[in-house]
């Protein structure tokens, strides 16, 4: 069978990828779509074999187009329902890790079993058996939470009971233990098994003089910050960027301008696993699963009810059970067993129940694709749009660059929308329409989401959480503490995308739980346009990277000040050394060179410019004369900049050979951090970091931003050698250059000085790390407020470490 794309005739083909506007999409997604369901796959159920054999012919969308009627729309064909015989195998493997005390291990299994188990008696079970493995790894409160799990499903389940009581003893809810284990009493008909029971009764310290337990569900979420009221944004319109945001008043520094929820959220795959589906915070040991299929899981009944607006339970007569036990008991049993009050805390917005039917679609389309689904179903379950989705482009009101996208893109949305159309029909929504009006709409949805959608990212520390290391203690083989932004979901928030990007921000915006929040990172006069980072920012690469990178993902041509007005670091970020070692000039290659000529007229007419945007700093002025002082002196005429030459003194270096050389010591350093990762750091491979590093500094800038990445892993590598002192040094030279490329109190500095306290820490220098703990927190402050601690859980540990250290 020949590819599918060679089935489409090149003239549809040819038709679909010149669709030039929105105005040709009914037209072009009729005929794509009238000729794709007259297709035999969209009516064959091929076997798995035949499938997988030709998968290999196909490119990845147009094989999603044959598995959509096969695989992905049929629930009966998907492999993301439930399992009795998975969730059996895992228990099974789990018990067998138990036995042999390998509670790490048993648990993975148990949690494994649990979102594939269907039957409830084995939920109860599993969820049991989980909270018995989290008991032995030290998880108390965790173990709670999964007996309570088990005892929602089987009120009757005395070994449940039982160990909900031994787990009240341990913390201290000596009131709540005693009614549990008299549950487990009530519920034991050996004569053997009521007096050990007995025994345990007596053996609980007098409750009546303690407390009992408190709500013990994780709820992850966030109150989100309020805006003061006296603070107004306009949306306004201008030729250059459309619709944008600006403020009515002056804005002081540091103030939160705007918050709001998402409209629709979807996790990214590399998080599946590790975050909870619907917060995205991390999960905890004992995450609860969907009750309908195998895919989310999440980190309390608040995210699942929210999510799926489901809850395993089992809602029977418990008075008819428990009638011969006191009064306060059978309370306390319907407390501990009833669902209710979930439902009645926990806002449904069940953005995943149209998912939760065991087809594949969900788990197996792009993110973008999965988001447009759940946009759908929103506006289809709360009555906003026609089931033909005829009016969906004006209910959303976003912005699109369907026109400006390669052929390729239009083609490939076109396939994906009817994908899309296709798999919501057949799986979960037989009332909308597969017909050119749903798929054309759909793909002027996916061009919104594509231009409009933002990551929500959080910052993970190295290794699995941050420790806090006492002064003067270095543990062997542990990496200096860093942070890394990790991508967890994507999310359309539809005030949000109103913000216009600029490569030098005057917001950033952070996220609280699914909540955006965006605060100024520097005072904001009347009228000013409010903007964030789209990603690239000045600092983290250079001008021509950062337009290129604008155009290929957003479809528009940055004039922001960044790019527009010249300033060092977009000089030196990748610049080459004067071959004069005393003069401190960069030299550019022909692309940064051709980039930076255009720049040049913008920043000689900005001091004379009274506009905002442009106003020339003598902060950067000064920046620029120091390796680049020519451009400043030249006469009118003469504005182009010449690659391979000093921009101070004029000196001719050859950028080629500098590059080869630039090169081989990279390839060097690259091989020394393998080393380094897999353990192996010692004096031999210190020495190995410092001759690359040398022969960088001999033909790079030496605010180049190579540099600053080397003397990092230096740092690294010095800290592995245990050689504290010149892991500082090295750690503090690489910072004293990302100053001059981000400036003294970006974030990005910020996330380095946690480096440097940690080193110092280590190092036993508790002055040192209590006023780089100062400083950090003072930049944090800025970029995040109040909610700095909440975001980077160990900010206050350190905080308590370096103040310890110096007796504060």
């Known amino acids: 069978m020949e590819t599918l794309k060679s089935r489409i005739p090149e003239h549809l083909v040819q038709t679909v990828k010149s669709s030039s506007s929105v105005d040709d999409l009914l037209s072009s997604s009729s005929s794509l779509l009238r000729f794709l369901l007259g297709l035999p796959q969209f009516h064959q159920v091929k076997s798995s074999k035949t499938l997988t054999l030709l998968s290999a012919s ?17 629930p009966d064909l998907g492999c993301c329902g439930k399992s009795q015989e998975s969730s059996l195998d895992l228990k099974r493997r789990g018990n067998l890790c138990f036995r042999s005390r390998s509670f790490d291990d048993a648990l993975r299994f148990y949690s494994k079993a649990l979102r594939v188990a269907r039957d409830n008696t084995l939920l109860a079970s599993l969820f049991l058996n989980r909270a018995n493995a989290l008991h032995n790894l030290g998880l108390l409160e965790e173990s709670l939470r999964d007996c309570h799990r088990a005892l929602r499903i089987d009120p009757c389940y005395a070994k449940a009971w039982f160990r909900r009581g031994k787990l009240n003893t341990l913390l201290g809810n000596y009131k709540d233990s005693f009614r549990d284990i008299t549950v487990s009493m009530s519920l ?69 301008i705007h918050v709001e929820e998402p409209f629709c959220v979807v996790i990214s795959k590399s998080c599946r696993e590790t975050h909870c589906h619907f917060c995205l915070n991390e ?7 969907c009750p309908s299929c195998s895919v989310p899981v999440y980190c309390s009944e608040s995210c699942q009810i929210q999510s799926g607006g489901m809850l395993s339970t089992n809602e029977m007569d418990k008075n008819s059970i428990f009638h011969n036990l006191p009064d306060d008991i059978v309370d306390h049993i319907k407390g501990v067993t009833s669902a209710v009050r979930y439902f009645s805390e926990t806002e449904c917005v069940q953005e995943h129940q149209h998912e939760c039917r065991g087809a594949n679609w969900p788990a197996v389309l792009p993110s973008d694709a999965v988001l447009a689904g759940r946009v759908i ?39 994906l929308s009817i994908v899309l159309i296709w798999c919501l029909n057949k799986s979960c929504c037989p009332d909308l329409s597969v017909c050119e009006a749903s798929v054309s709409q759909t793909i002027i949805l996916l061009s919104q989401i594509k231009v409009n959608s933002m990551a929500i990212v959080r910052m993970k ?16 083989k542990e990496p200096i503490q860093s942070l890394e932004q990790i991508r967890v979901g994507q999310a359309l928030y539809k005030i949000g995308s109103l913000f216009n990007h600029s490569c030098k921000p005057n917001i950033h915006l952070y996220f609280l739980s699914r909540g955006l929040v965006m605060r100024t990172t520097e005072f904001v006069p009347v009228g000013c346009p409010l903007e964030l980072s789209y990603g690239p920012e000045v600092g983290k690469w250079d001008c021509k990277d950062r337009i290129r990178f604008l155009e290929e993902e957003y479809f528009f041509n940055c004039r922001c000040r960044g790019c527009s007005q010249m300033n060092i670091s977009d000089l030196v970020i990748n610049g080459y050394c004067c071959v004069n070692t005393s003069c401190t000039g960069v030299v550019l290659d022909s692309s940064v060179a051709a980039c930076e000529s255009e720049k040049l007229n913008h920043f000689l007419a900005a001091a004379k410019s009274l506009d905002h945007h442009f106003l020339v700093s003598e ?60 353990g192996r750091a010692n004096i031999s491979v210190l020495s190995d970091c410092l001759r690359s590093i040398a022969v960088l500094r001999t033909f790079l800038h030496m605010y180049n931003k190579d540099i600053a990445d080397a003397e990092d892993k230096v740092a690294q590598a010095c800290y592995l050698a245990a050689e504290m002192k010149g892991a500082r040094e090295h750690c503090e030279a690489s910072i004293k250059i990302l100053k001059r490329l981000y400036g003294d109190e970006h974030v990005v500095i910020g996330n380095e000085l946690v480096k440097l306290a940690s080193i110092q820490l280590a190092s036993g220098d508790s002055s040192g790390a209590w006023e780089t703990t100062k400083r950090l927190s003072q930049i944090f402050s800025k970029y995040y407020g109040s909610h700095a601690e909440t975001l980077f859980s160990y900010l206050s540990c350190l905080k308590l470490e370096a103040a310890k250290a110096v007796n504060l």
């Not at 910050?225 to 002081?252: A, F, H, W, Y």
């Not at 999960?283 to 699963?289: A, E, G, K, R």
């Open 58 to 74: 196909f490119s990845k969308v147009h094989w999603l187009v044959l598995k959509a009627v096969s695989e992905l729309a049929d």
């Open 188 to 256: 034991e008909s050996s004569s053997a098994g009521k007096q050990q029971l007995q025994n345990e009764l007596l053996a609980i310290p007098d409750f009546q003089n303690k407390h009992t337990s408190e709500n013990t569900l994780c709820y992850a979420a966030a109150d989100l910050p309020n805006v003061q009221s006296e603070l107004k944004l306009r949306c306004v319109s201008t030729k250059e960027k459309g619709r944008g945001m600006v403020s009515e008043s002056d804005i002081e520094q540091a103030s939160v």
């Open 283 to 289: 999960l905890p040991p004992d995450s609860v699963p």
């Open 377 to 415: 179903m929103k506006l289809i379950n709360q009555g906003e749009t026609a089931m033909d989705l005829s009016n969906l482009h004006e209910k959303l009101d976003l912005s699109h660059s369907y026109s400006k996208m390669s052929p390729e893109s239009k083609l490939e949305l076109h396939l």
């Open 461 to 476: 520390s190295s290794g699995d959480s941050f420790k806090c290391i006492p002064a003067g203690n270095v543990s062997a």
């Open 619 to 678: 902060k950067v002025y000064a920046g620029v004369s120091e390796v680049a002082s020519s451009l400043l002196i030249k006469p009118s005429g003469s504005l182009h900049i010449k690659a391979d030459k000093c921009l101070k003194c004029g000196s001719r270096c050859e950028v080629e050979n500098s590059h080869v050389e630039v090169n081989k010591a990279w390839n060097h350093l690259r091989r020394v951090e393998e080393l380094m990762n897999s």
